[in-house]
Structure formats: C-alpha cells, structure tokens
C-alpha cells in the first residue's frame, strides 16, 4: 500500500503540469486586458496613491507587477521578421498593430524606427503649450491641440497604410495651419513610413525562429520573482481584478464555511443513509422499504432553491413560524469580544440548521438508494449462502460481510467531496447569505475576475486528484481483495 500510494503521488507530478499549462493558458488568453482591469479597480477604489500616477506610469506598473513585461514561456516560435522583444511594448493594441505592420512589411528596423517617430512626436505635442501661439483665438489652438494629440496617441495603434496616411495628413495640416516649428517631426515621422514600405522585406515572414526565455511569464507565475510574488507552489494565486487583493488571501477567509457545510452535510449523510440502506435491503420489499424508497425518491426530486426557500418561509417567516434567523452564520452585531469558542459555537447553531438541511437531504437520498441497489446484489451472492449456512447471525451477515462489499460505490461518491470543499454551493450560499466560495465563484465569474477563476479550477483539479487516492486507499481498505501490489494472490 506503501508503495502504491508513492508512485500515485509520483504520478501526481505529471497531471499537476498540465493542470498548470491549463490554468496558466486560461489565465492568459482571457478576454480583456488586465492592466486595464487594474487601473480601472485602482480608480474606483479610491486608492489615492495610484490615482495620483500618470496613466502611462500606472500602466507601466501593472505591467510589471503582473508580470507582463516577460516573455510568455521558456521558449516561442516566431518568423524571422518578428523580433523576440515585442511583448515588452505594454500597450496590447499598439503590440498588435506593429505586429500586423512586421506581417505587411518584414522589415523590423524600419518598423522600430517608425514607431520611435510615432512616440517622438507624442511627446512633442505633449509639451506644447496652449499659450505659445501668436493666433488671437486661443480657444480654437487649445481645441485643436487637443484633437490632434488624441489623432497622434491613436496613431500607434494603428496598421491600415491609408488610416497612417490620414492621420499623418491631419498632423501636417495642424502644424502648417499654425505655423509651429515642430512640424519637421511629422515630416520625419511620414518620411520613416515611407521607408518602412520602400525597405520591404516580407519573405522573412517565412522563415521559423526559435527564442528561448530562462525568464518568463509561466515561469514567474509558478515560482513568483522572489520580491513581490511567490508563485503558484506557494500558494500565491496573483492578485484579483476585482477587488485588488490576494487571492490566496481571499480563498483563505471564504473557505472556510464552504468546507465546514461539505464536511458535517457529507458525513451527516453518510450516518443517515447507512442504517436507511441496510435496514431496507435486508428487509426487502417490506412495509419499512417500500415507505422508505418512496420518501427518498420523493427528497431527491426536491431542486436545494425551492427546498431552501421553502424552508425559509416556514420557519424564518414572522408570519408563520419565526425560528431560525433567516440569513447569515452568525449574529449581525457579531460574536461578543468575551465570548468563548463553545459560546461562539452556540451562537451561531440556529443560523446553521437550515442549510445543513438543504445541504444534506439529496445527498443522503441518494447515497441511501445507491447502498440498498448495492447490498441487494451483494445479499443475493454465494458467498452470503454460505456465511448463513455456517450458522452466522443475520446481523453479522449483513453488517460484516454484506455492508463491507457493498461500500465500494459510495466510496466513488466520496472522492467528489474534496473538489466541492472549493466550489460549495451557490445556490444555497445566496439563499442562506453565507459568506462561502459558492457565492465568491458567483462573483468571479460575474466580474470575469480570471486569477480568481484560474486559482478555483487548479485547486479544484488537485483536490480531484486528492479524492481518487483516497478513494483507492478506502478500497483497499473495505475489501481485502483488492491489492494495489504487484504480487496479486491467487
């Protein structure tokens, strides 16, 4: 068993890899733009600090604090055309316009220096003062200014060869409309365009080459950079888009009650359904099995939403029967600061019985209807004769032989309890206001907060992988037949 369990864990490693690749290649292709998504989130929560950054500087920061200004993976295959350093230009929009520019024209060189040119003259209308014109109406300059600032900032992020010739046009005419000096820069910039289709190289479009990267995205987001992250094997899941914070930080206060309602729901059933089964298989087609089967088919066909509304309208209802508090897992006002943990426990146990029962009813429906399927097959087997025929009691028959061999399909059930510690339920979580993960993942989704996801479904596959071991070690376990050895006994 040993052994068995060693190379199932060794195994482990090469399943994690692709769960990471996964996770990591979800994370970056999302939809949208994370620094956006952070600058956005930075703005709106009042961070007075960030707010005061310039919006170029602020996206330079995310940009590296999320790691962006790396390569993707250790390696990358590109045309000769392209060259290597693309990702660190930070705004996507003008990386995807350079690179439809390297597919159009092939000539890199020429291609860098034309978009030096573009940012050059950024710059210089930047500084132009809306003072500095002779011209009386001040307001129209200041207007016009600022026109053609946003005409040149948008520039960048354009391929279309007549859009560039537009754009470059506008630009000309507003230096030559108020006579500026700073007009040679456009005439620069236009005469770097024309160079960049005069010096047209596109067959190296053709030619594959491959770019190692020691130091990447994949790589940094596995093991952190040693200064602000840690990486994922650390349990550093990046920072969430929505609220700014940790992930691993927020996972770590919600799951708390998520895994507490999996847990006691799960082993509740278990304790119910175990008894429910064997009584009505060993006693089939009696008054007590047939009552039996009728009850629990009647609970599994119960949807949780409607269980637990219903619930709430009968006992959280003032007009009917106001027992248990209606929301929550503890009172508003919160625990008292004196309060001991047996108090706290006491406190907070008419908050927890409702959903306990929304949680628990269809599992133990099902689990009891599995086991009874179970045992009757087991009870009708010739091992059983022949345990009866040797004078054995009925009780030891069923509880001894007949209930061992009869596990092994709840057990498979079992295994599906650890990836549900991370996902809960979100139905009920909202129900009941439970502070879980049930309703984090609601929120995630809804807010498309994609570290958040990403963390969710890499925990949730190593928690699968975590429940189908222990689910073998439980076979073993209920019946000695199964051997995980390599010397199987005749």
């Not at 040119?117 to 930047?126: I, Q, R, S, T």
């Not at 009870?379 to 030891?396: M, P, V, W, Y």
Request: charged share 20%; net charge positive.
């Amino acid at each position: 068993m040993r052994r068995y369990i060693i190379r199932r864990i060794l195994l482990f490693i090469p399943t994690l890899i692709v769960i990471t690749l996964l996770s990591f290649i979800l994370l970056v292709n999302a939809p949208g733009d994370p620094v956006e998504r952070m600058m956005t989130a930075s703005q709106s929560s009042g961070d007075i600090s960030t707010q005061s950054i310039a919006q170029q500087e602020q996206r330079t920061y995310w940009t590296h604090q999320l790691g962006l200004d790396l390569p993707v993976f250790y390696f990358n295959i590109h045309s000769l055309a392209e060259p290597d350093t693309l990702y660190k230009i930070v705004d996507k929009s003008e990386q995807r316009a350079l690179s439809r520019l390297i597919s159009e024209f092939g000539d890199w060189k020429e291609i860098q220096h034309y978009y030096q040119a573009e940012l050059f003259l950024e710059h210089v209308l930047n500084h132009i003062r809306t003072n500095q014109n002779d011209s009386t109406n001040r307001d129209e300059f200041k207007n016009s200014l600022n026109k053609i600032r946003f005409e040149a900032a948008s520039l960048k992020s354009v391929s279309e060869e007549k859009i560039i010739q537009y754009k470059i046009q506008l630009l000309r005419s507003f230096f030559e409309k108020y006579s500026l000096p700073e007009k040679t820069f456009v005439e620069g910039l236009q005469m770097n365009f024309k160079l960049v289709k005069f010096r047209s190289t596109r067959w190296k479009n053709y030619i594959p080459v491959i770019s190692f990267h020691p130091a990447n995205q994949y790589h940094r987001w596995l093991f952190g950079d040693g200064k602000s992250t840690d990486g994922l094997l650390k349990g550093d899941f990046g920072i969430s888009y929505l609220t700014q914070q940790p992930v691993a930080g927020m996972i770590k206060g919600k799951i708390g009650w998520s895994l507490f309602f999996t847990l006691f729901s799960v082993l509740l059933a278990y304790v119910i359904s175990i008894p429910v089964a064997i009584k009505a298989a060993a006693k089939r087609n009696s008054r007590f099995d047939r009552f039996s089967s009728l009850i629990l088919f009647m609970l599994y066909s119960l949807p949780a939403f409607w269980v637990a509304t219903l619930l709430l309208m009968t006992f959280s209802n003032t007009d009917v029967l106001n027992i248990f508090p209606a929301s929550g897992v503890k009172p508003v006002t919160g625990y008292p600061t004196d309060a001991t943990l047996f108090e706290k426990i006491k406190l907070s146990i008419p908050y927890l019985i409702l959903p306990i029962i929304c949680y628990t009813y269809s599992s133990f429906a099902f689990l009891s209807r599995a086991l009874r399927v179970s045992m009757l097959e087991i009870l009708n087997q010739d091992f059983i004769r022949t345990a009866r025929a040797k004078g054995l009691s009925e009780k030891k028959v069923v509880w001894k032989h007949a209930l061992r061999n009869s596990l092994l399909p709840i057990i498979t059930m079992f295994a599906n309890v650890f990836p549900l510690m991370i996902g809960g339920s979100v139905i009920l979580e909202s129900i009941f206001t439970i502070p879980g993960m049930g309703s984090t993942i609601y929120s995630s989704i809804d807010a498309q907060d994609y570290p958040m996801i990403v963390a969710l479904f890499t925990l949730t596959g190593i928690l699968t992988m975590l429940g189908y071991l222990f689910s073998d070690v439980l076979y073993a376990l209920a019946d000695p037949r199964i051997s995980f050895s390599k010397t199987q006994h005749a």
